[in-house]
């Protein structure tokens, strides 16, 4: 199995900050990595495809960067709304797997 | 608009087997851009992938559960359904069903649409 690793776990921020979590794969995923935002209580909600392909609806100020084994998904300029837990996951494999989860939370 | 929609009982006993239903409305299940998934969320923690399944019957399971898994399509309710058997207090979690988009026909990308989620309790 692809093994996903994500950094940090938690990240405290404030609004205005720029916020960037690292992602990485146990082998190359080409650019099969996807991110997602997931609200207490609520199903993730897909952000990014591709690595870097914003979804539809997506606020511009996040954006999605990497191939291969690291990716990094930047967040320019933290939202009240923005505060939640980020995932990765690779859809290389038909296996998919996710990253642990970075919880960005209130400095 | 997509929709899903588990069902299935919230409480199931240890050594049982758990079944859950995912419909799907605003939209055909029988579309080859698109495979159908399951993804759990025990209580606290992250997201673990269960498996996915093609409309035309092709299953791909977490190798961790394999064993204890069945997957099941059906294009005429445009429903698909999983049955976990064997279930312990390790199973509970809250159940997704999902769309994971295939729209370049080489490999699946994200999972572009979840069900509300659905609470399982593995408990006697």
């Known amino acids: 199995d692809i093994q996903m690793t994500q950094s940090p776990s938690s990240q405290p921020a404030s609004v205005g900050d720029r916020v960037t979590i690292t992602c990485r794969a146990s082998?190359?995923?080409?650019?099969?990595l996807n991110w997602y935002q997931q609200k207490p209580g609520t199903a993730p909600k897909l952000l990014i495809s591709a690595a870097s392909t914003l979804q539809s609806g997506v606020p511009p100020r996040f954006s999605g960067s990497g191939s291969g084994t690291d990716f990094t998904l930047t967040i320019s300029s933290l939202q009240p709304e923005d505060f939640a837990t980020y995932y990765c996951q690779q859809s290389y494999s038909m296996v998919f797997t996710f990253g642990p989860g970075t919880k960005v939370d209130v400095k | 608009q997509l929709q899903l929609q588990e069902s299935g009982p919230g409480l199931v006993e240890p050594s049982e087997t758990l079944s859950l239903t995912c419909t799907v409305s605003?939209?055909?299940?029988?579309?080859?851009?698109?495979?159908w998934g399951w993804i759990r969320q025990p209580p606290g923690k992250g997201l673990e992938w269960i498996g996915s399944i093609y409309y035309t019957g092709s299953t791909y399971y977490n190798p961790s559960l394999k064993s204890r898994l069945t997957k099941s399509i059906d294009t005429s309710k445009n429903q698909f359904s999983l049955e976990l058997s064997s279930v312990t207090a390790g199973d509970t979690a809250v159940y997704y069903c999902?769309?994971?988009?295939?729209?370049?026909?080489?490999?699946?990308?994200?999972?572009?649409?979840w069900g509300q989620g659905t609470t399982v309790t593995v408990s006697s």
């Open positions: 605003g939209g055909s299940i029988n579309n080859n851009r698109y495979y």
């Open positions: 999902a769309r994971i988009m295939y729209v370049t026909m080489v490999r699946p990308s994200g999972i572009d649409v």
């Open positions: 082998q190359s995923i080409s650019n099969y």
